[in-house]
């Protein structure tokens, strides 16, 4: 899944996306994250401009690709692979 830049990750690493807002407007969000980013390694896809943040295994990302783009690319892709899960069924 394209993050915006040159950053292309695997859709099923992904944990969660958060809208850039829930890091500003939750303590909770906003203690998860750092406590996230002394695990992880964190990459900043474009500094001036972070829309969201995705987290990962490995990875904390943040980028500027609006949340609702990446869960439409996210689901999108999950809906693709269910679809090529059901025709490995059929196919003998």
Known sequence: M????DVIIRSKDIITILNIDAKESSSITDTYLKEEEKRKTKTVISADYIKSIVVTNEEIYYSPVSSLTLNRR?????????HLEKEDEVDP
């Open 74 to 82: 996210a689901l999108g892709k999950a809906i693709i692979d269910m």
């Open 2 to 5: 394209h993050l915006g830049g």
